[in-house]
């Protein structure tokens, strides 16, 4: 087992760039993914699938937990502990707010055309699809378990 | 991360929003009130260039919805282009993409 990189921070949505940016070198750790050239006008470097999947992820769940569990007021901590393994990447994100119901979450649209484009609603769709899995307990602590593995079990292409 | 950076040019038949940076569940709601200047004005054409976007969540992807379904609701069209990365496999991923035709 790899060591566990642990975060603890304020469960407001303030902290949540710092997570985000956390987790996203530590998808990196996992996925090898080479650093954005240095004349990309982009800030940011997520663009490996993984890391991608990684980082959009963790940023739903977040906003979940600080929306949800601390209802934007803070009020607790939100604990953070990244595992980086060869092929694989678990995160687990604790806090100790209200429990969030996870079967009331609405499935998207079948058929989306656009008049039936969702508003609200996409958070969970969205980590639920681009993991391998999600899993939630109700607390106190509540509980998300987040896992990504390498495709094939090989490390990602590594991009330039 | 950076704030959205937003600019909007208008002119007599079309307008031109572009997004930077991140636009995420902190940054939406900056862009929701320009957005809501945009459909207020009941514009004929917007275009959006998403191609300085880093990243997007489903906050982001909501205001660009609304942005989309208020100009249309008064008979307007809304083209979206230049989401790559992270951005696009979100639009992807919500089958959006064929929608907004990325």
Known sequence: ?160 | MPAPAFEVQRSSDSTKLNVRGSLDINTAAQLGEEIDRIVVDKPTLVVVDLSGLDLIDSSGVAALVKLYKGVRSSGGNVTISGARDQPLAIFKLLRMDKVFNL
């Open chain 1, 1 to 160: 087992m790899a060591a566990t990189i642990r975060l603890s921070v304020p469960g407001t949505l303030r902290y949540r760039d710092l997570a985000v940016r956390i987790v996203a070198e530590a998808a990196r750790l996992v996925s090898c993914s080479a650093q954005r050239a240095p004349n990309d006008p982009l800030d940011h470097d997520v663009r490996d699938p993984f890391d991608t999947a990684v980082v959009s992820a963790f940023s739903e769940i977040f906003n979940n937990v600080a929306i949800h569990a601390y209802k934007r007021a803070g009020g607790g901590t939100i604990e953070i502990a990244i595992t980086p393994n060869d092929r694989e990447l678990v995160i687990e994100v604790k806090d100790h707010g209200s429990p969030f119901d996870i079967d009331e979450v609405a499935p998207l649209p079948s058929e989306l055309d656009a008049d039936a484009l969702p508003e609200g609603g996409m958070g969970i769709h969205i980590a639920k699809t681009m993991l391998d899995e999600v899993t939630y307990e109700a607390g106190p602590p509540n509980l998300w378990r987040l896992c990504k593995r390498l495709p094939g079990g090989a490390r990602a292409s590594t991009r330039v």
